[in-house]
Every structure is written in structure tokens, then in C-alpha cells.
């Protein structure tokens, strides 16, 4: 088999892999514009007959989704925010500060990864409740403050960085402040953007946290709300996937927009030290 042939056919069927799995987004856009009950037929159509935007009116008008989506919103950035401040610091002091236990507490870190993340949420869920912060948005905030993978990610990646750029900047007299500011934080640019766009695409995305958490309807993150009105509106496939497409297509446009540097930050994490 010739190279072009061998090119044809693996481009032939990346194209068949790409469109098989776009094909559920695609539908589900499609359905959002259908009139209700137009879904529900069978076999169902893949086009509405007449596009409609009753489906996101209802949501928004009646649903009460503007506010959700204002929660879910607020929660992720926040989330993010409070990702970049800690795991940042800490995977650089873990990377280039010295100082006793470094490395045997960095492996107790590591050890957490294997362990599930469902079952620290009761124990937390009893601290925050003694605490008085359950059905708040600094309780949904708590277990994105830091985390044992953003750590990893920003330490493999500054440990990348030269000694001597540092050691060279301490010469001239810069402070640590200065160093990590004005030499470091550039650098791990691509980093800085894999761990923000992952935090806010899982903590957008998050449904058990939240579920358990937050026990006020006004407090409610979109998923656990569509989770909830699913229930109310069990045959309004057509509005349930107009809530679907509020949910994804944020998310989908930011991961677009960003996609260049994270996945240079997951490659450049996943290799270096």
C-alpha cells in the first residue's frame, strides 16, 4: 500500500471518528429547537421542523436557569481563582524551594491520588456542616482550593526551570516575591492555563459536590438544577436538551479558545522531571 493510500485512509477515518462523535452534540443542538414533543416521536428527526427558541425562554423565563447559571459561574471562577493561587505556590516550593520533608510529603500527596475522591466527601461534609458553611458558596468552594493533581502538573513542569535563572536573579538581588512574579509566572504560562481550564471545566461540570452541599434550591450549580427540573419535566426531552446545550456550549467554546495551551501544559507536565 502506498503512502497516499495509507494517508487517504487514516484522514478518511479520523473524519468518520470526528463525526461520530460530534454527531451527539449536533442532535442535541438540533433538539433544543424543536417544538415540544417533536423528539419524542419515533424514529426522531434530526431537524426541527420549525425552529423555535420557546424551549430557552421556558428555561430562563420559568426555570429560573439565569440563576443557576450565575451560581455555577460564580462557584468555577471562584474555584479557579483559589486553584491558581495554592497549586501554583506550592508545586513551585515543591519544584525549587528546599526545605526538610520536601520530598517525603510530596509523596504523601502523590499517594492521595489513588485514593477516590467520593470517599472524603462525607468526612467533609461533617467538618463543613460543624463549621456552618453547609448550603454556601464557600462550602461548594473547599475541595477546589487545592489539589493534589494541579500540584503535580505546576511542579513537573518548574522543574523545568534552570537553577541558574533563579540563583542568578537572587545575585542581582530580586526577592523571592520578584523571582517567582516576574520570572517564573511567565514561564509556566501554558501551565497556569491547563490547570485554570481544568478546574473550571470540572468544577462547571461538578454534580455530586454540589448535590450534597448545597441544599438550597437558590444555591443550586446548573447540572444539579437540570438534574432537578428532569424530574419535574420528565417528557420535555426538547427542553432538557436546551438546558443540556446552556451546560456545554460554554464550556466547549472556552476549551476551544484554550485547547492550544493545555494541551502543551498536559504534555510539558507529563514528560519534564
Same mark, same amino acid.
Given at each position: ?55 430557552? *425562554? ?9 440563576? #443557576? ?22 508545586? #513551585? ?33 461533617? $467538618?463543613?456542616?460543624? $463549621? ?52 517564573? $509566572?511567565?514561564?509556566?504560562?501554558? *501551565?497556569? *492555563? ?25 444555591? #443550586? ?17 426538547? $427542553? ?34
Amino acid at each position: 500500500m502506498s503512502r497516499r493510500t495509507e494517508t487517504i485512509l487514516m484522514n478518511a477515518l479520523v473524519i468518520v471518528v470526528a463525526l461520530f462523535t460530534a454527531f451527539p452534540l449536533v442532535w442535541m443542538l438540533s433538539v433544543s429547537f424543536m417544538s415540544p414533543g417533536e423528539a419524542s416521536v419515533f424514529p426522531p428527526p434530526l431537524w426541527p421542523a420549525n425552529a423555535t427558541l420557546e424551549n430557552y *425562554v421556558e428555561l430562563f423565563a420559568r426555570g429560573g436557569v439565569g440563576r #443557576y447559571v450565575f451560581n455555577s459561574f460564580l462557584i468555577s471562577t471562584c474555584a479557579t481563582l483559589l486553584a491558581l493561587t495554592f497549586n501554583v505556590t506550592a508545586g #513551585y516550593a515543591f519544584a525549587k524551594m528546599r526545605f526538610a520533608g520536601r520530598d517525603a510529603v510530596f509523596g504523601i500527596l502523590l499517594g492521595a491520588l489513588i485514593i477516590p475522591a467520593q470517599v472524603g466527601m462525607m468526612p467533609l461534609f461533617l $467538618m463543613l456542616k460543624s $463549621m456552618g458553611i453547609i448550603n454556601t458558596y464557600a462550602g461548594a468552594l473547599v475541595p477546589w482550593i487545592a489539589s493534589v493533581f494541579g500540584i503535580f502538573l505546576v511542579r513537573q513542569f518548574a522543574l523545568s526551570i534552570p537553577d541558574e535563572m533563579i540563583e542568578a536573579a537572587r545575585v542581582d538581588g530580586a526577592s523571592e516575591f520578584r523571582i517567582f512574579r516576574s520570572i517564573i $509566572m511567565p514561564v509556566l504560562t501554558p *501551565v497556569l *492555563v491547563t490547570v485554570a481550564l481544568f478546574t473550571f471545566l470540572t468544577s462547571w461540570n461538578d454534580f455530586m459536590w454540589p448535590l450534597i452541599v448545597l441544599t438550597g434550591e437558590q444555591n #443550586y450549580t446548573l447540572p444539579v438544577a437540570l438534574a432537578a427540573l428532569s424530574r419535574e419535566h420528565v417528557q420535555d426531552n426538547e $427542553m432538557m436538551m436546551a438546558g443540556a446545550v446552556i451546560t456545554t456550549i460554554p464550556v466547549l467554546l472556552l476549551f476551544l479558545a484554550l485547547q492550544r495551551f493545555y494541551i502543551q501544559g498536559m504534555l510539558s507536565g507529563s514528560v519534564k522531571g
